[in-house]
């Protein structure tokens, strides 16, 4: 990857295109690499979803997300109750997934709640991954109730850009929200 030193992090919501020049006169031969790749003790998702084309490149740049926990339990609860979704739970060797539901029609990244202790903490460093709700202040009332903490209460983006809000998880990562209106 051009100009990139991989970091241990704890939030991983990573698809970085390899050259910023995709996005402008895509052709055939420029494509996005498709797999994942392990670094300095990181998992890395590449992804295209694009065939070849002589048209522009259209798609968003991310498209998943992981959360690391510590208790899964604990997680899908407090998720599930504070953001008002089911999660589904995956059992792969070494690691455990909850997904986040996915609509392929929808517009966004989606992602998991992930438990694998020897790749990935819980922390307040590294990415940060916003989740678009509808009402911020409903989401951060049912934070302390479920085991988290409010870090930033709602703040005004300015503009049309909409509001945002950051909580700490039940597993000691720092979560943000982003609703359109107020």
Not at 54 to 77: C, G, H, K, Q, Y
Not at 79 to 101: C, H, I, S, T
Request: aromatic share 10%.
């Amino acid at each position: 990857m051009l100009g990139y030193q991989p970091r241990r992090c704890s939030l991983l919501a990573i698809l970085v295109p390899i050259d910023p020049q995709l996005y402008k006169n895509k052709k055939p031969d420029n494509q996005l690499v498709v797999g994942f790749f392990y670094s300095n003790g990181l998992l890395f998702y590449l992804n295209n979803q694009s065939s070849p084309s002589t048209s522009p490149l259209i798609m968003n740049p991310i498209n998943w997300f992981e959360i690391p926990v510590t208790d899964m339990p604990r997680a899908i609860s407090f998720y599930e109750a504070v953001l008002e979704f089911d999660l589904k739970l995956n059992e792969l060797p070494g690691m455990q997934m909850a997904w986040f539901p996915n609509d392929p029609k929808a517009s966004g990244a989606t992602g998991c709640l992930m438990l694998a202790p020897t790749h990935y903490t819980p922390s307040h460093e590294g990415t940060l991954v916003y989740f678009s709700v509808k009402d911020i202040d409903a989401v951060l009332t049912r934070v302390p109730l479920h085991g988290g903490k409010v870090l930033q209460g709602k703040m005004a983006l300015g503009g049309e850009h909409g509001f945002v809000a950051h909580f700490e998880d039940s597993e000691g990562n720092r979560v943000a929200l982003h609703a359109v209106s107020g």
